[in-house]
């Protein structure tokens, strides 16, 4: 079994773990999305667009379909989150790079 490990993020527990079987890195989808800004609000709830997530990770070469809870490779997280092109992902990249430095140790 793979052990989570949870950090908060600008009001925002995330969601790392270490791929037991393939030793790597790994970031919850959820929110790195929600930090992507690849989210709606339906009815006072946020949710994640997936149809959209799965389709850049399509455009990158990631062929696995996501959904909530699970997660991807944080080789993989770097190029995804480039595709939203905005500040607040790219904090939230480099906040991800640190922590899973950390976890790494």
Request: glycine fraction near 8%; include cysteine.
């Amino acid at each position: 079994m793979n052990e989570l490990t949870v950090r908060e993020f600008n009001g925002t527990n995330v969601g790392f773990r270490i791929n037991k079987t393939t030793g790597a890195s790994e970031v919850r989808i959820d929110e790195v999305a929600k930090f992507c800004g690849w989210t709606e609000t339906k009815d006072n709830k946020e949710y994640v667009m997936f149809r959209r997530v799965n389709k850049f990770l399509n455009e990158l070469g990631f062929s696995a379909q996501v959904s909530k809870g699970d997660f991807i490779p944080e080789y993989i997280m770097y190029p995804l989150i480039g595709k939203a092109n905005n500040g607040k992902a790219t904090k939230f990249m480099l906040w991800v790079g640190q922590v899973l430095t950390e976890i790494r140790q």
